[in-house]
Structures are given as C-alpha cells and as structure tokens.
C-alpha cells in the first residue's frame, strides 16, 4: 500500500521515475515473499518427499517456481504498458513448464500401455 501510495505522489511530480518506483517495490515484495515461501517450500518438500518419487517432486518443484517467476515478470511487462511482451513471456513459462513436464507425460503413457499391453 506505501508504494500505491508513492507511485500516485510519484505520478504527479515526476512520472518517468513511476516504473522504477514499481519495480523497486516489485523487488522487495518478491523478497518478502521469498522469504515467506522458503518455510512452505520446507514443509512441502517434508510432505512431498514420502508421496512423490524423487524426479517427480524435482519437477514439480521446479515447476512450481517457475510458474511465480514467470507470472511476476509478465505482471512487470504489463505494468509497464508492454503486453504483448507480458503474453510472450507468460507463452515461454508455460513452454518451458510443459518442457519440465514431458518425463511425467511419458512415464503416465508408458504405464497406460504398459497396462493396456497386459490387459
């Protein structure tokens, strides 16, 4: 709320400074988020770690980082007036979760024809 509060101030004196401003702010939530999210992290990783086999867990892990990621850069793009950057950006994180993916898909197919097969 400081930082709405400063961008509005920050809008009407000096408007070039509003996208550093934001992205300052962007900065330091993304740290406090951070710093919130390792604690989930561990209690998910503790929960994951007796349910998931070890390369699924990895995957979705990663996945799951790179969906904040890339969500907090496309939001970055479009409060900066670039959204066709922010939709390219939000193309490449789901590509590249769906590159991430592809070991799950093939192992889910294998089993499928694994028991299609012996059925």
Do not use: H, N, Q
């Amino acid at each position: 709320m400081t930082a709405l509060c400063a961008l509005s101030v920050l809008r009407s004196y000096k408007p070039e400074w509003a996208p550093f401003l934001r992205l300052s702010a962007s900065v330091v939530l993304l740290g406090a988020i951070l710093s919130l999210a390792a604690g989930v992290l561990s209690d998910m990783t503790t929960l994951l770690d007796d349910a998931l086999p070890a390369d699924t867990r990895r995957i979705l892990l990663r996945s799951l980082g790179l969906a904040f990621a890339t969500e907090l850069c496309a939001g970055i793009c479009r409060d900066s007036g670039e959204t066709a950057l922010a939709a390219w950006v939000e193309t490449a994180g789901r590509l590249e979760i769906l590159v991430l993916a592809l070991p799950l898909v093939r192992a889910v197919a294998d089993t499928v024809a694994g028991l299609l097969s012996a059925g």
